[in-house]
């Protein structure tokens, strides 16, 4: 760990291989906490590279719970938070809205980073369980086309860093990977980060990841969403093609609404929210919710525009496909948790 923490010190970049050692030193019983607070200090005054990323998210799923079984064309609809925006939980909706126009999802999420409800908060309020086993998760990816994995359930080995990142009070890299560490292996991801700067870099893990198409997106507002309130920047890779882009609401026939008129409350309050979307009631909420699984739709493929991908949104809410989605999961979960 010295070799590494005198490297960053000076302001030289770590390697993908020397990352990936690093993060699994990071891991052992006999790190000390200061040793671990000195590591992502100094990576986060130098700046991350993507080849850094890239090790440490391998290092990551390395020690996450195992997930084998291979469930063709999965997508994660994840974004990393920490946007400050206290809007309801716009990617846990829009992925019943795409769960539900015939796409596999593995839905990664943690719970509140800034706002009042994470995904697994305003899953739990609606009686969704957190910490079923991976056989138990694949069963029902496989059975119901979606399912969620509580972070810090599938990744235990991050409780030690955890511990230090709240005591350290600023953000680091850690902040930032959730939806890079799904250990389910993904075919497809919509990736949502605030980070306007740090698109190229998230892009460049994706394809080091080997995603057959990503999209990431940074949405007007700095939110890690895409907005109806502006102007959203995008990359889209295929493959390790990348092809940026910027993307506003009228472009594909949705209104513009200002960031405040999405906010949401407690987990109970977006849980409500939630269900009120996927039972077809129309507004803001309803809007960006389309403008989101569009994309996550066009993403996996199932749509050769986001536009075709907002049309295909629409009718997986309005034939009641969604909602079934999220009511087959609660009874699914029930199910299992009672085996368990």
Do not use: W
């Amino acid at each position: 760990m010295k070799h590494y923490l005198e490297k960053l010190i000076v302001g030289k970049p770590l390697m993908e291989c020397e990352m990936e050692e690093a993060v699994q030193q990071l891991f052992t019983q006999d790190i000390t906490d200061s040793e671990i607070a000195a590591f992502l200090i100094g990576l986060t005054a130098k700046g991350e590279t993507a080849e850094e990323i890239s090790g440490l998210v391998k290092a990551v799923r390395k020690y996450s719970l195992s997930f084998n079984k291979k469930i063709p064309n999965v997508l994660d609809n994840c974004g990393t938070g920490g946007d400050g925006s206290k809007s309801f939980n716009i990617s846990t909706t829009a992925a019943f809205v795409i769960a539900g126009a015939g796409i596999t999802i593995a839905k990664h999420g943690s719970r509140s980073v800034s706002s009042k409800s994470g995904s697994a908060d305003v899953l739990e309020a609606l009686g969704v369980s957190l910490d079923l086993a991976p056989e138990a998760t694949e069963e029902i990816l496989v059975e119901n086309g979606i399912a969620f994995l509580f972070a810090p359930h599938v990744h235990p080995r991050l409780k030690q860093i955890g511990k230090v990142r709240r005591e350290l009070k600023i953000p680091t890299v850690f902040n930032l990977i959730g939806p890079l560490t799904n250990p389910v292996q993904l075919d497809y991801q919509m990736l949502g980060i605030y980070r306007r700067d740090m698109l190229d870099q998230f892009a460049e893990v994706l394809a080091n990841l080997k995603r057959k198409r990503a999209v990431i997106i940074s949405g007007a507002g700095n939110m890690d969403e895409a907005s109806l309130s502006g102007e959203n920047e995008m990359i889209i890779l295929e493959g390790e093609h990348m092809n940026r882009l910027v993307l506003h609401p009228e472009e594909i026939n949705l209104p513009v609404y200002d960031n405040s008129t999405i906010r949401g409350g407690d987990a109970k309050d977006n849980a409500e929210i939630l269900k009120s979307v996927l039972k077809g009631k129309k507004g803001p909420y309803r809007d960006t919710v389309l403008l989101n699984a569009g994309i996550g739709i066009f993403t996996a493929g199932q749509a050769d525009s986001i536009l075709q991908g907002v049309s295909s949104a629409e009718e997986s809410i309005d034939s009641g496909s969604a909602l079934s989605k999220l009511e087959h999961l609660i009874e699914v979960n029930s199910k299992y948790r009672a085996v368990g």
